[in-house]
Every structure is written in C-alpha cells, then in structure tokens.
C-alpha cells in the first residue's frame, strides 16, 4: 500500500536502557585535561569533534586531543572541505570560458588567479576549523593540542603542540585517529613533482601534465579540479573500472562524460617504475596482467591509491588492543574493542572511511556509552563523487542484488526528459531505482546529475525507512525541479513515468 512504509518506525533511537547519572560539575575550557573524565576522544576529525559534542550534550565531561592544532581532521584540513572549493571554483571558471556564452553572456578574457582561489579555499578551511572550536567552548568541550599515545587504558599521554606534556585520564576513551594516504612501493612523495591529495591542493601553478594514479573518488575530483583549470589530465588505475563501489551502469556513464570533458583512462595498468631525475616525471607502467612496458611523461602525479588507518604511535600494543591484518582495529557493534574502556569510530574501524559515516560512529558511540541506544546502518551510508556530474549513491548496486539472488525490478529516469535540467542546459545523468520485484522495497538508489549529493538524501530517507518505489512516487515533487526524476525513476520501477 503507498506510504504504508511511513508507519514502520524503527524504535532504536529512542530505546534507552537504565544509565547512570552524569552530570557536569566543572565549567571545561581549552586546559590541561588532567582531572578524569568521562569520555576522551582522541582524535578532533568529523568522528572525534562530533563524539566530543555529543558526549558532552549527554552530560558527560569531555576531552578531545587532537594532534594537528586545528580541529576537523583531514576531511575539514585537507580533504573534504578544501577540495571542494577548488571543485567549485574550477567549475565557475570553466563555465565561464565554455558555457556562459550559450546562455547569453559575453565575457571577453576569463583568466584563473590561482593564488587569489587558493586564498578563497583556505580562508573556507580557517572559518570551519575556528568555527568548531566555538562549538567546543559552547558545549563545554576540554580540548587539548597535541599527539596522544597511551600509557593505559585510562590514561593518555600527549606531547602538546606548544612543547609540554600532559596525561589525561578517562573512564571512557574513543580512538578516532582517522586515516592518511596509502603509499605505494617505490612511489616516494615529495609534495612538490609526486603529491598525495593534500599537495594536490596546494599547487602554486596548473601543471601543463597531470598523473592521478588511483580513479577512487579523490582521484577524480583533483584531476577534475585541475582538467578544468587546463591540465592535460590522465588517470591511471590498476583495476579494469573506476570506483568499484559504483553500480557498473552508472559507472560506465560516469566515465563516458569524463573522457568527454578531456580526461584520459589507462586502466588495467600499474606503475613499475618513477624518475624524477628531470624537470618532469617519467612514469614506467605496465598491464596489471603483465606485458610490454611503456613511458608516460608528466609534470606532476597525485597519488591517488586509496587511505589507511592512522595508528601510528598511539600504543595500541601497550595495551592490547587488536587489529585486523590491514590495521583495522576491531569492535563489537558498541565500538567498544576487546580493551574494556576503549572504543574506537571511524576510519580506523572497518566500514566505508568516509567523513559522515565517521560522524555517525561517533554519536551512536557515545549513546552507547551513556546508556543509551546507538545505530549505524554501514548499508544505508550514502556515497558521493563530487565532479561534474556528480555522482550518488545509497543502498545496493545491481550487481549486488543479483549476487543475493533477489528478483528484482529497476526504474530509470534521464535527466534529458527533466524540464529543470533542460532549462539550465545541464541534462548529462540519470536516476536509476532497484526494488524487491515481490515487496517493492527499494533496495538501492543511484544519481548521476549536477548536485546528485543533495538529490540523494530523498533516496537515503527512504532506505531507512523500508520504504517502496511507490512511496516515493506518489510524493508530491516540485516543478520544475531535478527531484522529479526521482518520482518518475520510482515511477518508472513500480508502474511507467509520465514524462518519457
């Protein structure tokens, strides 16, 4: 029945079980940390300064301890946020040399000011990090600069930023370290001629050659950012597709529209050898399988391979905590690791390592803590590439329900039928839905289009509440809107659009 799926509310968030009480007794500002807490965060990223928060909303006295001086981790310092103002920024640019003149705008010279966009960028990266530690001092958060290794599994040490050292203790401690860039053997990086992403942001001049090695999501938004700035860009991938978590689909439309917008695929293919003895970098590569060598010449490679959990130094063999073969450490579904006390969120957990599944560890970590009930449903984590188009996803791909065996039905929709789309000139994409052929469950929702990171959240709500293709497409969407290929892909999977 439409909107049936509307009455089936999971009661997880709002079980509780009986907790002890907990209350603040000290006003906590930026200090030393050394009384005992009740939670320590190591760790100020998405996972770790989203805990801090909610453990101290929940009443619980609060440390975190971040190494870098700034609060946000990589994603808000180096990665996320930072990426994501050049990726606006180069789209502006582009559309102004490539695009402004269909729709009636005249520009007679378009240059890029690389110093003044980089400015833009960092001063993005200063607001948001100043921003959190005004968060901090608003929920009474103890937070403390420097590397914090244990010295038990109640205490921790932490060489300060400003030279010190201090211990702080805690009941509950909350490893959230993140994770840093995958190496690949015999690729030294330099930041200067080989960069990881975060040299990547940090450009001082648009490389007339750019190298991604890697065609994952970081891969292909810096050679985005720096395709449409003027780089010659070419990605190159050891395995025989780009982003392997992407519905196949979709994956091989994606890569049509970036080989449209210039960007070159070697895929198949590894990198056996680098010579940085010239003014350039001269790649030796070689197929995956094995064969002829051949060269590749360029300016500059980002190394692009993927990320790893960041344990280093925290002392986790002092007191016993365990890993997995990749450095993972291993939890329960509380977070809590075979240390009593300690617990772990985040990259360094299994899961997908990205910033908002780490946000989501860190609040349902902490709930368990103070007695309450947590949940992270890793299935229903929304994936985004942030190109152009952009690239979205949550549930399963296709491939994966076939492997379950399901029967199932499949609903698309072009944005080449959607009346916004058209008008802003901007159609590349689609929407496509994957629903139990029996229930009409949906079971996975996946959006190539311009700003397909805010479509998909419609999609994510509907994941989480077992809803089917019906329910949304008996929703009321406004017209004209790109959301509308989201009714008519539901559509499309429980009955026939209207508009193709």
């Not at 990605?235 to 091989?252: G, H, L, N, Y």
């Not at 049509?256 to 050898?273: A, D, E, H, I, P």
């Not at 579904?333 to 772990?344: C, D, I, P, Q």
Request: hydrophobic fraction near 40%.
């Amino acid at each position: 029945m439409a909107m049936a799926s509307l009455a089936r509310r999971k009661a997880y968030a709002v079980v509780s079980s009986s907790r002890s009480s907990l209350f603040l007794t000290t006003l906590r500002g930026f200090a030393s940390g050394s009384d005992e807490n009740d939670v320590v965060v190591i760790g100020g990223g998405p996972g770790g300064y989203v805990a801090a928060i909610k453990a101290s909303q929940l009443g619980l006295k609060t440390t975190c301890i971040e190494k870098r001086g700034t609060l946000g981790g990589t994603c808000l310092n180096v990665g996320c946020i930072p990426s994501k103002a050049l990726l606006h920024s180069s789209h502006m640019y582009h559309e102004a040399k490539h695009a402004f003149a269909n729709h009636g705008v005249k520009v007679s010279s378009v240059e890029v000011d690389l110093a003044a966009m980089m400015a833009q960028k960092d001063k993005a990266v200063s607001n948001l990090t100043k921003g959190i530690e005004g968060l901090f001092k608003k929920n009474k958060v103890n937070y403390v600069k420097g590397y914090g290794k244990f010295v038990s599994p109640s205490e921790v040490s932490v060489d300060t930023v400003d030279g010190g050292n201090t211990v702080v203790k805690g009941k509950h401690i909350i490893i959230a370290t993140g994770s840093d860039v995958k190496s690949l053997p015999g690729v030294t990086i330099d930041e200067k001629k080989i960069v990881s992403s975060t040299g990547a942001l940090a450009l001082t001049e648009i490389p007339k050659r750019l190298v991604v090695i890697g065609a994952g999501y970081i891969g292909l938004e810096m050679g985005s950012v720096w395709g449409r700035l003027g780089s010659e860009v070419t990605v190159v991938e050891f395995a025989s597709e780009i982003v392997p978590t992407m519905d196949a689909e979709i994956r091989k439309q994606f890569q049509r529209s970036l080989q449209k917008q210039g960007m070159k695929f070697q895929l198949k293919t590894k990198v056996v050898g680098v010579d940085t003895s010239g003014d350039g970098v001269k790649l030796t590569l070689e197929p995956a399988a094995g064969g002829d060598q051949t060269t590749l010449e360029t300016d500059v490679v980002l190394v692009s391979a993927g990320r790893t959990p960041f344990t280093t130094g925290l002392g986790l063999d002092k007191i016993g905590v365990e890993t997995d073969k990749i450095g993972r450490i291993l939890v329960n579904e509380r977070f809590a690791t075979n240390v009593s006390g300690v617990y772990a969120i985040g990259d360094v957990i299994p899961g997908p390592m990205l910033a908002h599944k780490a946000e989501e560890d860190g609040v349902a970590c902490v709930e368990y803590i103070a007695g309450k009930v947590g949940h992270v449903d890793y299935d229903k984590v929304p994936g985004v590439v942030y190109t152009t188009p952009e690239v979205a996803y949550v549930g399963k791909t296709e491939e994966q329900v076939k492997a379950l065996g399901v029967e199932y039905r499949v609903g698309k929709f072009p944005f080449m039928a959607n009346s916004r789309a058209k008008a802003i000139d901007n159609a590349d994409g689609l929407v496509k839905i994957l629903a139990e052929k029996e229930t009409d469950k949906i079971l996975g929702v996946h959006i190539m289009a311009p700003n397909a990171g805010e479509l998909i959240h419609e999609a994510a709500i509907a994941l989480q509440y077992d809803a089917s293709s019906e329910d949304i497409a008996r929703v009321c969407h406004a017209h004209p809107t790109m959301s509308e290929a989201v009714k008519e892909a539901a559509m499309a999977t429980y009955d026939k659009p209207i508009h193709i």
